[in-house]
Every structure is written in C-alpha cells, then in structure tokens.
C-alpha cells in the first residue's frame, strides 16, 4: 500500500504505516559514506554492521546478505571507511530500521589500491593470472558476444573496428563504472554462458580505480575463468591493469584495440587472399601473354614460311617462264630454218625440176631425132622378124619370114638371099 | 582443322606445325599449302580465344572487386 491510498485524516494501522513508510524507502536509493562497527556475522553468512557518521556519531544499522557480500568483493572490517549502496526499510517485528545494503566499497584510492593488490596477490597464487592457463582466442571467431554499457561510447568503438565478413554480435547490457557494475556484469556474464559464442569479449574506456572497481571484482575474475570459451577484455585501466582483464584469455588495452584484435586472423587472411589475388592476376595475365607471344611468334613464322612457299612458287613460275619463253625463242628459231630450208628446198627443187625439163627436153630433141618414124619418112625401112628388129643379116636366114616397115605401112617378105658386104664396099 | 575451344591444344598443333617446315630442307608444296591454311585457321582461333579468355578474366577480376565492396556483418 502507498501513502498515496490513504486518508492521514483518520488513524492507520501500525503495519499500514510501516507499509507506507517502507514503501517510501525503497524508492530512497542512496550511497552512504560511514565507518562500519558492530560487525557481526550471522551463521547464514550474512552481515549486519552500523555505520558511524565520523562527524556527527550518528549511527545507522546496515544489513547486507551473503550472496551480495559475496559479490561486492570487499572484506568489511570494524574501523573501516566504506561506502555503502542500497534502500533502508523498517523490520515490522521490531520496528527497527535497517539499511539493506546492495553494494560496498572502500573509501579512498590507498585503501582501494590496497585492497587491489591484496586480491591481486591471492589471485596471483592461485595461478589465475598464469600464461598457461590461457586460452587461444579463435583466428576467426563468427559469433562475438560483447558485455559492456550500450549507453557508453566503447560499444561503438569496438563494433566500428570489426570487418565486414558477416559476424554475428550478440551484445548484453550492463553498467560498467563503479561497484554497482559488479551485479550487472556477473549477470551478463552468465547471461552470456547460455549464448551460442565462440569468444566472448568485456569492454568499457579507462577510468579511476573508483570507476574500474566492479573489474576488480573477485567473482568477475572467476567468472571469467571458468567461462566455457576465451574472453578478451578490451577495458581501459587505472594505473595498474584490472583483475578482470588479467584473468581474461587476451587483454587489450582498449575496445577498439580488442576489435583489432579479433579481427586479426581476418585482416591477415584479406592481406594474404589481396596478395594471391595480384599474384595469380600477374600470373595469369602473364601466361595471357605469353600465349599471346607465341601465337605471334607462330603467326610470324608460319608468314615466313608461306612466304618461303609463295617464293618457291614464284621461282618455279619464273624457271618455267624463262623455259617457256626460251622454248619459244628455240621452236622461232627452229621455224625460220624449217621455213630457211623449205625455201632452200623448193628452190632446189625447182631448180632440179628445171633441170630435168632440160634434160628431158634434151632427151625429147635427141629421141625426135633419132625417131626410126623420121627415118622411115626419108625413105628408110625398118625390118622385124619376129617382133624384132633385125639389125644384121647375122639374124637372118633364107626362107625366114620378116616384117618390113615402111612409113607407110608393112610388107611382109621371106629372105632370098643374104649378101654380106665386104669392108671395100663390094658384096658377096 | 583448329578446335574451338583448347588453346594449349591448339598451340601444340602450331608447334608442330613450325617443326615440320623446319625440319625439311625442301618442302612439298601442296602439303606445305595445306598446313599454312590449317594454321593460319589455327592462329585465327587461337587468337579469338584468347581474347575470349582475356573477357573472362576481366569479369572474374570484376566479380572479386565488387564482393570486396558488398561484404556485411550482422549486429
């Protein structure tokens, strides 16, 4: 019930006024400065303290659960100058009121620093800050889960240095300064346990050692420890380097520097394919080329010998030339001694042919002359006996019939006598 | 005749080709002809693939540029 419900008009109830005034406080959320005394301890391990303001004395009772105490990190002592978080309410049974602590810190750098180095120190022996403890971070992590305050600028830091090579960010809110962060971080913490990551990264920029006091965190660090994959922190220290980061798998001093750092493996792989890229256009482009070089080389060695063939043709075609043309000159030369000697030839012949008309012409006047016709017309006869001509009494004979031709005609006679003459012209 | 396709097929047959002519000392005319025409086709086609393959290259190089520039994470 709220105060807002009621009519103060008229008499409530001791539990109603309770109500109303708890109500009223647990919306008074504030952070006390005082001195703790009267620690006690219960058996649950819970705390219950008063703080003392140094000033005035007045007092304060706080309690503070286990779980929480657990949390907060910081060992509570009498005497101690410590800051205390949280909402007052009034316990009903007693009607006492109680300060329920959520968070504690220690007051001033040099109680902090020595608190710091205490943890540090047991953490230390522990071996939680041991190299050998440490996991790889992947080379090429896909899934990143990323704890840090979306409100802060780190956020932007670090996801504006990732590479373009399709990761998948899974981001959980948290606080990220002072003690309260403590709560915040260990819950996305173990949010991100049940996450499909492969690494998981922590991020905020430098601060105080006030401001960085939830990194120093007891239960941050084991958290951090036992997580399932690597961690990289990426968290910005005060003089020293935070417990969380020295626990972490990989610690970088800055968000952007943690981007870097997971982006590596890619950036080395961009580097390696960009050089292998050039390398194989280079040599492909060689290899083009020199292909290129060789069909030329071919193309001109395949001209010079066409060119070879085309001159062979050409000193073929002139040999014929010259063999033709001096087969011409030898059939011309041959034809005018045909034609030379057929000149010669006929003029021989005619030649001859006129001699022979001459010699027969000669022959005709001698046969004219001597035609025994001519004779017979003189009065000359010619005698035959037996289709011969008798040119002497030797071939003739008594009684033997001749022929005689005269140029008139022919008589034939049978011999008489025969009368040989003697050479001094008498007959006998 | 010159296939379409292979370069280094084709650049094997022009090799062979140069060797015949250089190891002859006289060449047989009509055979010598014949080869010219084969790898004159031969070189004509040699030099279209080539250009093809230039083409492709080119494109390929294009291709991985592009990529280079298109590449995105999710949140």
């Known amino acids: 019930m709220s105060g807002r419900e009621f009519n103060f008009e008229n008499p409530i109830t001791v539990s109603d006024y309770i109500s109303v005034v708890n109500g009223i406080l647990k919306k008074l959320e504030v952070k006390i400065i005082g001195e703790v005394s009267e620690l006690k301890r219960a058996a649950s391990g819970h705390l219950y303290f008063s703080l003392k303001d140094e000033k005035s004395g007045d007092i304060i009772n706080c309690a503070i659960w286990s779980s929480i105490y657990r949390m907060c990190g910081v060992k509570i002592e009498d005497g101690m100058q410590v800051i205390v978080s949280g909402s007052a309410d009034i316990y009903r049974a007693r009607g006492s009121l109680t300060f329920k602590v959520k968070t504690v810190e220690l007051v001033g750098e040099g109680k902090l620093r020595l608190a710091y180095e205490k943890l540090k120190k047991k953490l230390t022996k522990e071996g939680i800050f041991d190299e050998s403890r440490k996991r790889k ?41 002072g003690q309260e962060a403590v709560r915040d971080l260990l819950n996305a913490v173990k949010t991100m346990k049940k996450r499909d990551i492969d690494v998981l990264v922590i991020i905020r920029g430098g601060g105080s050692l006030q401001s960085l006091l939830a990194f120093d965190n007891e239960m941050l660090v084991y958290e951090i420890v036992n997580f399932p994959v690597p961690v990289v922190a ?139 016709q001519k004779q017979l017309n003189l009065g000359y006869a010619i005698i035959k006996k037996d289709d011969k001509i008798v040119k002497s009494i030797r071939e003739l004979k008594k009684e033997e019939t001749i022929e005689t031709f005269f140029f008139d005609g022919t008589v034939s006679s049978k011999v008489k006598s025969i009368k040989k003459i003697i050479k001094d012209g008498s007959k006998k | 005749m010159a296939q379409k ?71």
């Open chain 1, 137 to 177: 971070i992947p080379l090429f992590p896909k899934k990143i889960g990323v704890v840090t305050s979306i409100k802060g600028a780190a956020i932007h830091d670090f996801t504006n240095n990732l590479e373009k090579v399709g990761l998948k960010v899974c981001l959980c809110d948290s606080r990220v300064e």
């Open chain 1, 234 to 372: 990426g968290i910005g220290h005060h003089e020293d380097v935070t417990l969380a980061a020295l626990a972490a798998d990989k610690t970088l001093s800055t968000p952007t520097a943690a981007a870097s750092y997971l982006m590596r493996g890619y950036k080395r792989a961009r580097d390696v394919l960009g050089r292998y890229q050039k390398n194989i256009e280079i040599s492909y482009e060689r290899i083009i080329g020199k292909k290129r070089e060789s069909i030329n080389i071919f193309f001109d060695k395949i001209s010079e010998f066409f060119g070879i063939i085309f001159r062979k043709y050409e000193d073929n075609q002139n040999k014929i030339q010259k063999n033709v043309q001096k087969s011409i000159f030898l059939t011309y030369q041959k034809k005018e001694r045909v034609s030379s000697l057929k000149k010669n030839i006929l003029y021989n012949f005619k030649n001859q042919i006129r001699q022979k008309r001459d010699e027969l012409n000669l022959f005709l006047q001698i046969v004219k002359a001597n035609d025994p």
């Open chain 2, 5 to 75: 396709n292979n370069l280094s097929e084709n650049l094997k047959k022009l090799a062979d080709i140069s060797s015949w002519f250089e190891e002859r000392d006289d060449v047989d005319l009509e055979e010598g002809l014949k080869k010219v025409k084969d790898a004159a086709k031969i070189i004509k086609d040699s030099k279209k693939r080539l250009i093809e393959i230039e083409n492709e290259f080119e494109e390929i190089k294009k291709e991985i540029e592009e990529e280079d520039d298109e590449l995105s994470y999710e949140d």
